[in-house]
Nanobody
Framework: QVQLVESGGGLVQAGGSLRLSCVPS????????MGWFRRAPGKEREFVAA????????NYADSVKGRFTISRDRTKNTVSLQINSLKPEDTAVYYC?????????????????WGLGTQVTVSS
């Protein structure tokens, strides 16, 4: 069992930055990949970014490349999502997720554990 707790969301003006954090606890020895997803109002949850826990290999959705950076610090047991140049369309609840096996990094159904999410609101 892995518990995930997100933090760092908030209200920010367009063009601003935020840093989201996710702290996994519990049995993290079996975590292969950590991911960030988001759900905007009235839309389905979508993939944002992912990173392998051991090797640090990253993947991004095309819509966030160049603006979002995912990283992990295994010594602090934290996964972070740095979001720059925020746009109003980035407004969403951002979720951290983990999965135990390799395979798809962008399919939400393949992730095993989820946090409760943190709200990001970008004003124009």
């Amino acid at each position: 069992q892995v518990q995930l707790v997100e933090s760092g969301g908030g209200l920010v003006q367009a063009g601003g930055s935020l840093r989201l954090s996710c702290v996994p606890s519990g049995s993290t020895l079996n975590v292969y990949r950590m991911g960030w997803f988001r759900r905007a109002p009235g839309k389905e949850r979508e993939f944002v970014a992912a990173i392998t826990w051991s090797g640090g290999v990253t993947n991004y959705a095309d819509s966030v490349k160049g603006r979002f950076t995912i990283s992990r610090d295994r010594t602090k047991n934290t996964v972070s999502l740095q979001i720059n140049s925020l746009k109003p369309e980035d407004t969403a609840v951002y979720y951290c997720a983990s999965r135990r096996t390799a395979g798809s990094y962008s399919v939400s159904g393949d992730y095993d554990y989820w946090g409760l999410g943190t709200q990001v609101t970008v004003s124009s």
